[in-house]
């Protein structure tokens, strides 16, 4: 199997992970946050929705450029946040699919203005800058959840929730 295969093959069982994450997002909890430090639970959802293009943008391009003043993606509603899944995530398992091994070494950069905020091979960047940063932030949401005392579901087998309905 080659990497490009284990990329997909990965992103084939996290993506479905992070919908069954976002489905619990409670939307009237949406500006709260566990801490004057932390984003909001809206915010943090809204990420984890959006950053499957990041995946596309790592493989369509070599470098991403957000400029000043950049507004992130920013959801009203629970349906909203799985509709940017999904879309994203589409586009994200096409350009996926048609990664190839030798494309993996050429750099990848990304930018704020003029300020390179990280540039490394692009099979590093999927890695690092999509899927460590999607499960990263889907812990934190799970948190949330948590603290919130939604349902966590289980990602990687039964969460404590799930286990309590058997």
Known sequence: MTIPELFLQEFDEEIPSTRRMLERVPEANFTWKPHEKSMTL??????????????????????????????????????????????????????????????????????FGDRIINALPRGMALRRVFMNHLIHHRGQLSVYLRLLDVAVPGMYGPSADDQSRT
């Open 42 to 111: 809206g915010r943090l959802a809204s990420h984890v929705a959006d950053l499957p293009q990041r995946c596309t943008a790592i493989i369509t391009t070599e470098t991403l450029v957000r400029p000043p003043g950049f507004t992130p993606y920013a959801a009203a509603s629970t349906s909203e946040l799985l509709e940017r899944l999904d879309t994203v995530s589409t586009e994200a398992r096409t350009a996926l699919a048609t990664l190839r091994e030798d494309q993996l070494s050429v750099i990848w950069t990304i930018k």
